[in-house]
């Protein structure tokens, strides 16, 4: 074999060791994020009809914001508010129903009901606002803890994430208690619902998430 002819074989082993080494194209590679909120849509005929969370967090790059109680909005580009649509179908922040807080003896957890039927269109909604324009991968972690014997299952309550993929196209991904990863809470009597930056991305795909 001439040396030119075995240039050329080493190079092209090498180029064959590189493309295996290299990290494949991640399927997160631009899309950002242009929402996310917590939704409760499932009525009293499927379930409780109501669910009680504390320890919301979202988690960006690392860095954690925790909500804990009302107005709880303070040292971080995120906010949080309660909101809501529809019959009998809201989301607030309640006393004495939570746990132990900073301020004072208020105990606040957020509440979000919906009770009427599951088919009427409306939803206890909760908005949380500063990660617009963010890449999907900063988000590295969501969790909350609902408190035993409130409702937690498929799609209610879920994550409502909203991105935009790289062509422009939106899709909404939800991210249900049922199918997040459950651990004990920060007291008895509440489970904490977690999902990882691995989890997260996984279900971010063209098309978005799977309808509950």
């Keep these: 074999m001439t040396s030119t002819n075995t240039r050329a074989v080493w190079l092209?082993?090498?180029?064959?060791?590189?493309?295996?080494?290299?990290?494949?194209?991640?399927?997160?590679?631009?899309v950002t994020i242009s929402?996310?909120?917590?939704?409760?849509?499932?009525?009293?005929?499927?379930?409780?009809g109501f669910v009680f969370l504390d320890n919301v967090t979202v988690e960006v790059n690392g860095v954690a914001k925790v909500w804990t109680f009302a107005g709880d909005n303070a040292g971080s580009d995120l906010t949080l508010h309660p909101?809501?649509?529809?019959?009998?179908?809201?989301?607030?922040?309640?006393?004495?129903q939570g746990q132990a807080d900073s301020i004072g003896a208020a105990n606040q957890a957020l509440y979000l009901q919906k009770m009427t039927a599951t088919a009427t269109i409306a939803?206890?909604?909760?908005?949380?606002?500063?990660?617009?324009?963010?890449?999907?991968?900063?988000l590295t972690?969501?969790?909350?803890?609902?408190?035993?014997?409130?409702?937690?299952?498929?799609?209610?309550?879920?994550?409502?994430?909203?991105?935009?993929?790289?062509?422009?196209g939106r899709h909404t991904i939800f991210l249900g208690c049922a199918a997040a990863t459950h651990t004990p809470g920060s007291?008895?009597?509440?489970?904490?619902?977690?999902?990882?930056?691995?989890?997260?991305?996984?279900?971010?795909?063209?098309?978005?998430?799977?309808?509950?």
């Design 12 to 30: 092209a082993i090498a180029l064959a060791l590189m493309a295996r080494d290299a990290p494949a194209q991640s399927a997160l590679d631009g």
């Design 35 to 48: 929402g996310l909120s917590i939704v409760f849509d499932e009525g009293i005929d499927q379930g409780e």
């Design 83 to 96: 909101s809501g649509f529809g019959e009998h179908s809201f989301a607030a922040w309640k006393a004495q």
């Design 123 to 138: 939803a206890g909604v909760v908005v949380i606002d500063g990660l617009e324009g963010l890449p999907a991968s900063s």
């Design 141 to 168: 972690a969501l969790s909350w803890e609902h408190r035993d014997g409130g409702h937690c299952g498929a799609g209610a309550p879920r994550w409502d994430l909203s991105v935009q993929d790289a062509s422009g």
């Design 187 to 212: 007291a008895p009597g509440w489970t904490r619902d977690s999902y990882a930056a691995e989890g997260i991305g996984s279900i971010i795909k063209v098309g978005g998430g799977t309808p509950p």
